[in-house]
């Protein structure tokens, strides 16, 4: 009797022995999952590094892209956010009386990349989350008739959609310019919309007096990047 006793307590050791082992295995098991996904991690994150730090600002930085005019007039560019696009453009100096802005899409002042362009409108690549920008300067013409002594000036962006499949007004803007003393007036307006792929951009000069228009670079170009 007493014999069987100690022969269970020693099967009762060697067990409690053997489960031991089998939870420090495991413990070992888990430890090393842990340091193999912080190394990969790590390795993600070395590779990301030297990416970025090889290909710079044109990697990292959607503001990069230089906005500048031709023949006087501008056009809006499209730059790159990492390797998302984005629109960006300058007049064309063939200035027409249609209340449409004509932008150029070659050229060095256009850079188009991934939008599309054609009869003062830019299509978009890619659905997603765009951060639109549009700035027109207008300058005070000699003459000025108006009445009230102000002319009032509304430049804004229209946007075609498949779901709507007409122009409507997206984004707008309004202020007046007094023909007391006012020489030019900018106005700049921005915003982030969700645009669907195939939808289409077209701005309005916001005057029916286009000598209003200040044609610099520095002071009229429209662009929009995917966020």
Request: aromatic share 10%.
């Amino acid at each position: 009797m007493e014999e069987d006793r100690s022969l269970q307590m020693e099967e009762d050791r060697s067990l409690h022995v053997l489960m031991s082992h089998c939870r420090e295995m495991k413990r070992q098991e888990s430890s090393l999952r842990i340091a193999t996904a912080f190394i990969l991690l790590g390795c993600v994150l070395l590779i990301f590094y030297l990416h970025f730090r090889q290909c710079g600002p044109k990697c990292m930085d959607v503001h990069h892209c230089s906005i500048t005019g031709q023949s006087g007039l501008v056009w809006s560019s499209l730059v790159w956010s990492g390797l998302l696009p984005c629109a960006a453009a300058a007049l064309d100096s063939a200035q027409t009386k249609e209340k449409y802005v004509l932008w150029m899409d070659k050229g060095d002042t256009a850079h188009i990349q991934e939008f599309t362009y054609a009869n003062c409108t830019l299509t978009v690549p890619l659905s997603g989350l765009y951060h639109i920008y549009l700035q027109i300067t207008y300058r005070k013409p000699e003459v000025c008739n108006s009445p009230r002594g102000t002319i009032y000036l509304g430049p804004r962006v229209d946007i075609w959609r498949d779901s709507y499949p007409e122009f409507v007004t997206m984004m707008a803007a309004s202020e007046t310019l007094l023909c007391k003393d006012t020489i030019e007036k900018s106005i700049y307006t921005a915003g982030i919309y969700q645009l669907e792929m195939g939808s289409k951009l077209r701005v309005q000069y916001g005057t029916e007096d286009l000598t209003q228009v200040q044609t610099d670079h520095r002071r009229m170009f429209f662009g929009a990047y995917l966020i």
